[in-house]
């Protein structure tokens, strides 16, 4: 691959996709960075073609951070572009599950080592860390080696990097998740923690309340009022992409869905049905 003009795309939408971000900016790589949010697709980008060629005018490939979309990747292909995927969710039918990170095929791909990352003035432990939560979340920080105290380090950075992006403020979010945690109750195996708010996201704050409650990869049905529904750690999320569509995400051990304010989200007790299947 010809690191020098391949242009990466990648949105600033959570905490990986914002390390990968702060890498490629400390490396000088050329770079398009997104404003979409979670549920991100490629045909949005608007002039997406005009765009690479102005970060990088001999842009001859493009590596794009989970922004799918096949229809415009072989557009790019038809251009004359090379295109890199990186990515590990599946989304519908698209199956783009990896056991790798996106931070990690990143390092890969633009073939950046270790040396490279500390004269960069980056911590090694840290974007370890970051890699292995977004892979399969907090749990991968003890399956990583990482010490007690460096996992404290490694949680502290990532709410710092969630602080960084600002998403509806991070503190209103961890409030939200609170009362929703309080409120949590127990069926069928799975913890169930559900909010009346469609606009904040508690997804993630709960999760942390949940490593912090259990220390270990705990059944999950996370609800965010009327738009946003989350299994986490089931060995039947695939059953649940092909009943409701939706995206996998955590390794391909965790469902989620999104939902139009006047559609219907997939009711608990449904779940929980199909779950015991």
């Known amino acids: 691959m010809n690191n020098e003009h391949t242009v990466l795309v990648c949105p600033r939408n959570d905490e990986e996709s914002l390390q990968i971000i702060k890498i490629a900016k400390e490396l000088r790589i050329p770079m398009i960075v997104s404003e979409q949010g979670h549920g991100a697709v490629l045909e949005n980008e608007k002039d997406l073609i005009e765009s690479i060629k102005l970060v990088d005018s001999a842009a001859s490939a493009v590596a794009i951070v989970e922004i799918p ?11 004359g572009f090379e295109v890199h995927i990186i990515d590990h969710h599946r989304y519908n039918d698209l199956d ?27 911590d090694l432990v840290l974007i370890r860390a970051v890699a ?38 991070r503190k209103q979010e961890e409030k939200a998740a609170r009362k929703a945690w309080e409120g949590r109750r127990e069926q069928g195996g799975f ?8 606009d904040m996201d508690i997804r993630d704050a709960v999760s942390y309340f ?15 009022g009327n738009r946003k529904l989350y299994v986490q750690e089931t060995d039947k999320a695939k059953d ?26 997939a009711e608990i007790d449904e779940l929980i049905e199909i779950l015991h299947k």
């Open 191 to 198: 913890l169930i923690i559900e909010s009346e708010d469609d």
């Open 210 to 224: 949940i490593f912090d409650e259990y220390g270990k990869p705990t059944p999950a049905i996370i609800k965010q």
């Open 240 to 265: 649940l992409i092909g009943k409701y569509k939706g995206f996998l995400f955590g390794g391909g051990g965790c469902w989620g869905m999104l939902s139009p304010r006047d559609g219907r989200l």
């Open 96 to 122: 783009r599950l990896n056991d790798q990170s996106s931070l990690e095929q990143f390092l890969d791909l633009y073939e950046i080592d270790d040396d490279e990352l500390k004269d960069a003035g980056f």
């Open 132 to 169: 292995a939560v977004d892979r399969g979340f907090l749990w991968e920080l003890q399956k990583i080696g990482l010490s007690d105290e460096d996992q404290k380090r490694a949680i502290q950075y990532i709410k710092e990097l969630a602080y960084e992006l600002g998403r509806k403020e």
């Open 69 to 79: 979309g096949v229809e415009v990747e072989q557009e790019l292909q038809k251009a």
